[in-house]
Structure formats: C-alpha cells, structure tokens
C-alpha cells in the first residue's frame, strides 16, 4: 500500500482577505496521484468541487471563482488512489484555508470641517491657517472587512495616514488652493475618496480695513460709523466686520465696549458701504475722547484692526455778557465783550447777526471768528453802518463738534 500524500504547501497558504473573487489556487502534495478543491460557503454550503490539474512535481494547479462578497473555506484534498477515490481515508490528506472576499468599497463619506465656496471657481475648499489644519469627517459604513486606514492626499501625494476620523495635516510645503482627498481604504484594499472633491485655501493674512467714516474727529449726536474691508483675491472670505471702542475717563479705565456689527456679510464681497449706526448720546458716559477700533475677521480667523481718535462732544458751550442790552451811538466800530466756556474743546467759533427789529433781514452778518474756549473775548462790530433805531443782536457760540448757543440782544443805536 501507498504512504498517504502529504500535502506540503497551497496557494493561499493561510487565511486571506481578497477585493476579487477569482482565487488562483495550487497545491503540492507529494506521492499524489490527484487533487481537488472543495469550497464551502460561510454557512457550510458546497459551493463548487473542482479537480485540480496536475503540474509535475506532486503539484496541482486550479482557479475558483466566488460568487459573491463574503467568507468561504477552501479544502483541498489530496489521494495516492489510482481511481481518485477521495472517499478512502488512507490515500488521503487535506487541508483547510478560509477566504474573505470584499469587493465593495466603503460607503461615500463628507468631510466635518466647514466648507466654503473655492476662490477658483470650482468646487468647494478647506480653510487652513497657521503650521496645520484640523481635518476631520465621517466615519463610512464598510459591510465587508471595515475601513483599515484613512489616507489624506494634498496634490496626489499621501501626507497623513491614520486610522482615526480626524488629523492634523501639515501645511508646510503646501501650496494654496491645492488639491485635497481623503480616501477611506478597507482591510480588502478597496478605496473610497471623499465626495465632493476639494482644495485647501491657506489663508494666513489678516483682511484689509480703512476707516471711511466718520470724517471728522468732532462727533455729536447720530453718526454712521463704515470702513471699507476687502479680502485678497484667493482668501477665505469676510466673515465678521464691527466696532468697538473704550475710553479713559476721570477716575479710571472705561472697558472696551461693542457698538455693533455690519449684517449679511457676503464672505467672496468687499465691505465697503455697510454703515452701523452710533448714537453717542446714548452710548457715551460723559463727554470726552474715545478709541474706535474697527475690527474685520476673515473665515481663516486672521483679525485686521483699525483705529482712530474721536471725541464725543454733545455738551454746548456757554457764554455770558455783563448786559442783556446795549446802547450805543452809530458811529464807527462797537467793541462788546463776551466770556465763553466749554468743557472740551480746544477752540470755538463765535459769530453774530444785527436785524432790524421787527425784520427778518440782516443788516449786518459778520464772519466766524476762531476763539480759544474760555476767556474773555472781544467782537467788533461796524454800528457806524446802521443807522439810529433798535436793532436786535444774536450771538452764538459754536463748538468743533457742531454743538451751539445762541442768545439774542436788544441794540439801541442813537
């Protein structure tokens, strides 16, 4: 009686996981006269029987095809039986191999991280700022073997692979608007890339902001506040612009406070005629000098700031006069004395006009004349040009921020 064969190696060898159902199969089994291959479903059902084809040197070639994802055991059998009878346990040997087949990739994934419209035109991007971007997406459901690995690819070349939903990728190297892919790979090697297609915007500057109002450094009462914000060209967009502003007052440090926001900013669109409403009256404590900051925040998280000096002046100034009423011969230039104050500013404009009474028409109509804010100061005023009567004399007394007193005066000329 022949030794029974003994099978020494097989193609696979041991256990595998397979993307393709067609399976080259070899065994070499030595002193055998024929061999076969039995496969058997996951749950113990024949599939397909198979005689292998002797190759020479006790080896036997074949190929199975299996029919569909999922996992199967090959068995392969080996005789020294003349008549093949596998039935015959002393002609025999065998041995088992099990086989996962997975063709199918995993499911389609998205990314996590916000995306914006790409400033190529085309598609949608990752913002990335500073030495790395966060990346982070959905995990895809995988019927078969489950997702192995991840691999993040910038511009066809593999820069991070994990086996986590999330990873830091380096920007260093890494040009803007490039390319960007995450492919989940299973444990088959199947590969599913990420849907949509993206690019990387690298964002690193802060936008550009210039203060277009207010014009003046003098403000009272209801003022717009705008400044013209803009992003560069392949940026990532505007996403806040507002105002704030702090002062130091008498007795300490005023904290910085929030005016307000432009609404409805179009991120791909420059800032440049939003106005925000300020109403100081309301907003400021007392009368004095104020830091406006404009601030404009691109969707990378660059900040951009602005500032500017006001001051917030809504308190007239005041003047007196030693009469309420003045006689005086019309006759050549009447110097009459007045004494203003303000609180604020450094210089205020005095100015006045001589009706006839009863009259609404000026007779005489001077000049604004610049006077330092406090003090004693001396108006002229050309009577010689009018002729005897009574008259009615109106003063007033403007600050640089547009805020006034006015008073009227009996003038008797004789």
């Known amino acids: 009686m022949a030794a029974p064969p003994v099978i020494s190696t097989s193609t696979p060898a041991a256990d595998i996981i397979t993307a393709s159902g067609a399976v080259p199969v070899s065994v070499t089994a030595s002193g055998a006269l024929c061999a076969r291959l039995e496969v058997r479903d996951g749950a113990g059902t024949s599939v397909s029987t198979a ?51 997975d063709s199918t990739a ?30 982070a997406w959905d995990r895809p459901a995988d019927t078969g073997t489950g997702v192995a690995h991840y691999e993040v690819v910038v511009s066809g070349t593999e820069r991070v692979r994990t086996a986590a939903t999330r990873a830091f990728l380096p920007l260093a ?50 003022v717009n506040l705008r400044v013209r914000a803009r992003e560069d060209g392949l940026g990532s967009g505007l996403a806040r612009v507002g105002y704030t502003t702090r002062t130091v ?24 005629s939003a106005r925000v409403p300020w109403n100081t009256k309301t907003f400021a404590t007392r009368d004095g000098r104020y830091e406006l900051t404009a601030f404009a925040l691109d969707r990378a998280g660059n900040l951009s700031l602005a500032k500017r000096v006001v001051f917030i002046d809504n308190t007239a100034p005041r003047f007196t006069t030693r009469k309420r009423a003045f006689t005086l011969r019309a006759k050549g230039t009447a110097t009459l004395a007045i004494r203003v104050q303000d609180k604020l500013a450094p210089n205020l404009r005095v100015s006045w006009v001589v009706r006839k009474a009863g009259s609404r028409k000026n007779f005489l109509v001077s000049r604004e004349k610049l006077v330092r804010d406090s003090g004693t100061q001396r108006l002229r005023v050309p009577v010689g040009r009018l002729a005897p009567g009574a008259y009615r004399l109106t003063l007033q007394v403007k600050d640089l921020a547009g805020n006034f007193t006015t008073r009227a005066y009996v003038l008797r000329l004789r």
Not at 179 to 198: E, F, H, T, Y
Not at 255 to 260: F, R
Not at 262 to 271: L, N
């Open 51 to 101: 005689d292998l084809v002797a190759a020479g040197a006790d080896r036997f070639d074949g190929a199975v095809s299996l029919p569909a994802d999922g996992r199967y055991s090959l068995t392969f059998r080996a005789t020294t039986n003349a008549g093949c009878d596998y039935t015959v346990p002393s002609d025999g040997a065998s041995r088992r191999v099990d086989i996962t087949v």
């Open 106 to 135: 995993p499911s389609p994934f998205s990314i996590s991280n916000p995306l914006i419209s790409s400033p190529s035109g085309s598609g949608q991007a990752v913002i990335g700022r500073g030495a790395s971007v966060e990346l």
């Open 173 to 222: 190297g890494v040009a803007n608007l490039s390319p960007l892919q995450i492919i989940a790979v299973d444990n088959a090697g199947n590969r599913r890339a990420i849907s949509p297609n993206l690019s990387l915007v690298i964002d690193n500057a802060g936008p550009g902001i210039t203060w277009l109002e207010p014009s003046a450094r003098w403000l009272r009462g209801n």
């Open 249 to 272: 007052l008498p007795g300490g440090a005023v904290p910085s406070a929030n005016i307000g926001e432009v609404s409805d900013i179009d991120p791909d669109v420059d800032v440049d």
